[in-house]
């Protein structure tokens, strides 16, 4: 192994981590920042791996204003709420994701 891979992060957590603190800083004090779809979609996963639910559900709704009608977090969500015996309102979300993306191989096994 060289020295350049020894003792270095995996980028990717380290994008991560200034994600997460630029949103953090965002709830805290109130400002608009710009985040794209794929920050978002990271952000969630982010939380939902640490089980930070409510986080991971404020993540999803900023991104619903944002990018309204994104399969991705209107999947996420019917998970969560699926987790949380909201199988009303997960199906309702599926129902609509459906539209979007009919045969998206997560949204047919959620459902």
Known sequence: MNEEGA????PGEDEIKQLVQRFEQMLEQNLNLFFDSA?????????????????????????????????FFIIRKAQIFSAQN??????????????????NYELLMTK
């Open 7 to 10: 003792d270095h992060t995996n």
């Open 39 to 71: 920050e978002l979609e990271d952000l969630v996963e982010y939380y939902i791996d640490i089980n930070n639910i409510p986080v991971a559900l404020k993540v999803i709704g900023f991104s619903e204003n944002r990018f309204p009608n994104t399969p």
């Open 86 to 103: 909201k199988s009303h309102d997960a199906l309702n979300l599926l129902n609509k994701a459906e539209v979007y993306v009919p045969f």
